[in-house]
């Protein structure tokens, strides 16, 4: 059974063996409005919990995407390059960012449950 | 200070707009649609522009006031119709731009729109350029109301009789309710449109009913990305004070009967660069791909040494990409010339390109 877990900085990852993918989060996705460019990290890095992992921008603005924790990208979504709508259309599940192969299983302890991060997402949003 | 709200606040509420304070003001950004939405609605349809935070400054007189405003405006304003508009820039004494500016003859005088951010220092200076010898109003009691997008001429016709008939950068008084409403054909987008000029108690009224036949509400979000793709300068960012007429390329706003004679403020720079060329040069410019290089993105040529910033950069939706303006060493502003945007640390071709990127679809001749 693989766990969602979600990051303040609204990352969502799901682990599945070894590997972790991670995306925003749908209220990430409404904060920013329309993305309309994506940058991914390259596959074969080495990206280090919390650090910078990709970038996203609205018309508006750019915003750094973090990795909630650390591991070797495998895996990257070119779909969401070539067309960065669909991360406004499906954040949560097609419109994935990266795969990582995870170092360090215990960093996801300090990452919230959906509960707690829709109650953080919610208080933020205030 | 308090932050203002324009007579459009409730409505906007009503729309789900998000605000954003701007020059004093809480301005909507965008609607539940978005941005890209918004845009898109405009270009095809007809999108609504609540500019209630513009200046709306009314200057009264006859000739001694066209002579008086010709020492200040690089206009032919003595052969400037009646209710004609040209677009023009109040500029310091180093041809400096202190604001840009569209001014329209009326009956009793002129009506000047103002940015929001320089209205109260226009006035200022407009008062004592005019040395206090003009009554002077920066009307507050009006809202400016912009609709644009090919539909929004039969939309605002359904509410105010005869609009169609106007043709581009002019104007004229019509009836909303029985009042007084200025209308010009003009905007800011690209598109066909209009600005309203209407009493704060009536914008709220007008708007419900153009909404009711079929334009929707456009935030500032969109408002960027079309003026943008119209290849249309933002005070503050693609203009301002470190930068004149001539160097943002808009000599063609500069009235060659003026140029002749010389006589208003900042002339001396403004006929220097005009005959000796000038050192930078706003361009549009076009990132291959899809990188946004916003405002302040460092240009560098080939060999890699630094010959320009970005003034405004985003995507745009027309376009179905990046697109930017800034400026650039003359000698790197032809068309096709590549150059690179340093981007996040990283360099990314790009193309010197012609404005707009979006093509104009203004209303000319309708008479």
């Known amino acids: 059974m693989s766990e969602v877990k979600y990051s303040k900085e609204h990352e969502w990852i799901k682990l599945e063996g070894e590997v972790a993918t991670i995306g925003i989060t749908k209220h990430a996705t409404e904060m920013l409005g329309d993305i309309v460019f994506a940058e991914l990290p390259e596959k074969g890095s080495s990206v280090e919990k919390d650090g910078t992992a990709g970038v996203v921008e609205s018309t508006k603005a750019a915003s750094d995407v973090y990795t909630p924790v650390s591991g070797e990208v495998v895996d990257t979504n070119q779909e969401i390059v070539d067309d960065p709508s669909k991360i406004n259309q499906d954040p949560e599940n ?22 707690d991060y829709d109650k953080f997402a919610k208080e933020a949003n205030t | 200070m308090e932050i203002k709200k324009t007579s459009l606040y409730q409505l906007h509420q009503d729309c789900n707009a998000k605000f954003v304070e701007f020059a004093g003001y809480q301005m909507p950004i965008q609607y539940s649609e978005g941005i890209v939405e918004e845009h898109k609605f405009t270009r095809n349809h007809s999108g609504i522009f609540d500019v209630s ?25 003595k052969n400037l119709k009646l209710n004609h508009s040209k677009y023009s820039f109040l500029m310091d004494k180093d041809a400096g731009i202190q604001d840009d500016l569209i001014i329209t003859k009326i009956d009793e005088g002129f009506l000047i729109i103002l940015n929001a951010a320089c209205k109260d220092n226009d006035f200022k200076i407009l008062k004592e350029l005019l040395k206090e010898k003009y ?34 950068m002019s104007g004229n008084w019509f009836l909303f309710d029985n009042q007084k409403v200025y209308i010009t054909r003009s905007g800011y987008t690209g598109e066909d449109g209009f600005e309203i000029s209407i009493l704060n108690n009536f914008a709220d009224k007008l708007t419900r009913e153009l909404i009711d036949k079929g334009s929707k509400l456009v935030g500032l979000g969109a408002r960027d990305t079309l003026r943008l793709e119209a290849g249309l300068c933002l ?46 040069i706003r361009v549009g410019i076009k990132p291959e791909g899809r990188i946004i290089a916003r405002e302040k993105t460092k240009i560098f040529n080939q060999s890699d040494v630094h010959i320009g910033e970005i003034t405004s950069g985003t995507f745009g939706p027309s376009v179905n990409g990046p697109v930017a303006m800034g400026y650039v060493e003359n000698e790197f502003s032809k068309k096709n010339t590549k150059v690179f945007l340093e981007v996040r640390g990283k360099k990314y071709a790009a193309n010197i390109c012609s404005l707009p990127f979006y093509k104009k679809s203004y209303a000319k001749g309708v008479n």
């Open chain 1, 94 to 115: 097609s419109a994935w960012f990266f795969k990582l192969k995870i170092k360090d299983k215990s960093e996801m302890d300090s990452l919230m449950n959906k509960d």
């Open chain 2, 135 to 168: 009554k002077m109003v920066l009307d507050e009691n009006r809202s400016l109301i912009a609709i644009q997008g090919p539909k929004s001429s039969q939309i605002l016709n359904e509410v105010v009789d005869g609009v169609k008939d106007l043709n581009f």
């Open chain 2, 53 to 77: 935070h513009m200046g709306q400054l009314f200057i009264y007189g006859g000739e001694e006031l066209i002579k008086d405003l010709e020492k200040i405006f690089p206009l032919d304003l």
């Open chain 2, 235 to 280: 005070y503050g960012h693609d203009l301002d004070k470190d930068k004149t007429p001539v160097e943002a390329n808009l000599k063609w706003a500069i009235s060659k009967e003026r140029i002749s004679k010389g006589d208003f403020i900042g002339s001396d720079i403004i006929i220097k660069q005009l005959n000796n060329g000038v050192t930078k």
